[in-house]
């Protein structure tokens, strides 16, 4: 029991990290999605986690501006401006808390890397995943494979009961 609860600080220590770091994993977003409330024993990761479901639930139901608002209040209420820095201009956040990290770091990658789009749900499983190839439907090769063997099984069996041979 005391290994597990070990154990579990870790896993949290390093999905911490991987949502409020410097770069934010996007293979951690799709892990918070995916795993139930109840698991979730921190408050920041639980509010964070109700902001995120009703972002993409936005998007799923094709609610654009909804989630829109939803990106808009967050990125208001964050210190941010402009500034010119190696030859480029840039927006920069007086960024305070973790928090307000994840979503300065979180809305850019919406806006600049189209991340609203490249996270979906498998077709098989139902898990939630992020879309490295824009082709990608299913999160893993092992449900690629196991729902192309399940379709293939029920076209032939069809073709059995019709009377065709295969
Ligand atoms: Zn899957």
């Known amino acids: 029991m005391r290994r597990r609860k070990a154990e579990r ?3 949290e220590d ?13 293979n951690a977003i799709a892990y918070i999605l995916n795993i139930s409330d109840e698991v979730v024993e921190s408050y920041t990761i639980a509010d964070l986690l109700k902001e995120i479901r009703r972002f993409f639930g936005f998007i799923e139901k094709g609610n654009m501006d909804a989630a829109a608002d939803l ?10 401006g402009v500034k010119f820095e190696d030859g480029i201009f840039k927006p920069v956040a007086w960024v305070l808390g973790r928090y307000d990290k994840f979503w300065w770091n979180f ?24 879309k490295t190839k824009s082709n990608r439907i299913y999160c893993s090769d092992s449900c690629r494979g196991t729902h192309i063997s399940i379709i293939r099984y029920h076209r032939e069996k069809k073709l059995r009961d019709a009377g065709v041979v295969v």
């Not at 990106?71 to 941010?80: I, Q, V």
């Open 9 to 11: 600080r870790m896993w």
């Open 71 to 80: 990106l808009d209040l967050k990125w208001r209420e964050l210190p941010h």
């Open 107 to 130: 809305i850019r990658k919406v806006m600049v890397d189209d991340w609203a789009f490249r996270f979906d749900r498998c077709r098989y499983c139902g898990r939630w995943f992020f």
């Open 14 to 26: 390093e999905l911490w990290k991987a949502i409020f770091g410097d770069e934010i994993d996007p």
